[in-house]
């Protein structure tokens, strides 16, 4: 299939997403998200939620970079919902495993979720931003030099984070969830190219996908060393000093912006995964996931495509066979 044809496929077929919970795999279509899990029972429990993004609902939201910052934040908050729903079954199972009495909950409210996600907000800014600006500051006496005190901060916020998962994904849960993150990865990539649901067509494909959120944070740290060296030689220029405040306080409101022009990005570089720079481009993020998934037995990719299945509908046989005809035809 060449490049042109392959981005008109993308454009007919809804683009799909995922991301990986307890035992379980969330996937997200243009209409709904759905979260499958398995219980200890073995079966299969499946959470459907229609779902319109503020995006679609608000046309002037979906402009370059704008519509980056509020996907971002809508899919945290999916996220940090679907992760509660599995949390509450899976401490339902250990509780009927240990005897005790079964109480599940009905999950958190979009308010709870909103609260989670500006705590997790304030703690990843407060780690991954701040701290390296403040190490950078008192550690190195390159405060007046711009590309140099950001590539330095960079390089300290690549560190912490690489030693953050690095240290995580030696927790047996951990390794878990990242084999549910490899199954997800899987299950679209049977999707997208060969147009299957069928769990031996998913288990051939790699687990390294180039449009997935351990990408997209490369490259927010990736674009946050240009933007912001940029952003400091303005403020230079201007002012002719900075501090440690000032970059505070120009720095952290900017993330957002950040967070959109990666999301572009990652956008952009999807549409043309085959072109040289552009492999290049992901090549940090790929190699991130190297940590963040794991290779899934059959039962966890049974897993994620039932949450696929659910994500694009009651039609969705019809959309898969879709999917296949449009590939068969572009391959021609």
Not at 17 to 27: F, K, P
Not at 47 to 65: C, F
Not at 153 to 167: C, D, E, K, P, V
Not at 221 to 233: G, K, N, T
Request: aromatic residues 8%; charged residues 20%.
């Amino acid at each position: 299939m060449t490049e042109q044809n392959k981005s008109v496929v993308e454009e007919v077929i809804m683009p799909v997403g995922g991301q990986a919970v307890i035992e379980g795999v969330m996937m997200r279509s243009k209409d709904r998200f759905a979260t499958a899990i398995r219980r200890s029972s073995g079966e299969i429990e499946i959470d459907i939620r229609e779902y319109k993004s503020l995006i679609d609902r608000q046309k002037w939201l979906n402009v370059p970079i704008l519509r980056g910052a509020v996907t971002l934040i809508e899919v945290m908050i999916i996220g940090i919902k679907t992760l509660n729903f599995s949390a509450d079954k899976a401490m339902a199972d250990e509780a009927e495993k240990e005897g005790k009495e079964v109480k599940e909950g009905k999950g958190m409210s979009t308010l709870q979720a909103i609260g989670s996600v500006t705590i997790a907000l304030v703690l990843g800014i407060a780690l991954f931003f701040a701290g390296p600006l403040w190490l950078t500051t008192y550690v190195f006496n390159i405060e007046k030099e711009a590309l140099a005190f950001n590539l330095s901060a960079g390089l300290i916020r690549i560190t912490i984070f690489l030693a953050y998962l690095i240290a995580i994904s030696y927790m047996n849960d951990v390794r878990r969830l990242f084999e549910y993150h490899g199954a997800e990865h899987k299950s679209i990539y049977a999707f997208e190219e060969k147009g299957s649901l069928a769990v031996s067509d998913a288990a051939v494909f790699t687990t390294l996908h180039p449009r997935c959120g351990t990408s997209f944070l490369a490259m927010v740290m990736l674009v946050s060393i240009l933007f912001f060296s940029i952003l400091d030689s303005v403020v230079m220029y201007f002012y002719g000093d900075i501090s440690l405040l000032i970059r505070l306080v120009t720095h952290l409101p900017l993330i957002p912006v950040v967070g959109g022009i990666a999301y572009e990005a990652i956008k952009k570089s999807a549409k043309n995964p085959n072109n040289p720079l552009v492999r290049i481009f992901i090549a940090p993020g790929l190699a991130l996931q190297k940590i963040t998934t794991r290779e899934p037995d059959d039962d966890q990719l049974e897993v994620a495509l039932a949450a696929l299945k659910a994500a694009l509908g009651d039609e969705w046989e019809n959309i898969v066979l879709s999917k296949r005809e449009q590939i068969t035809r572009m391959s021609a």
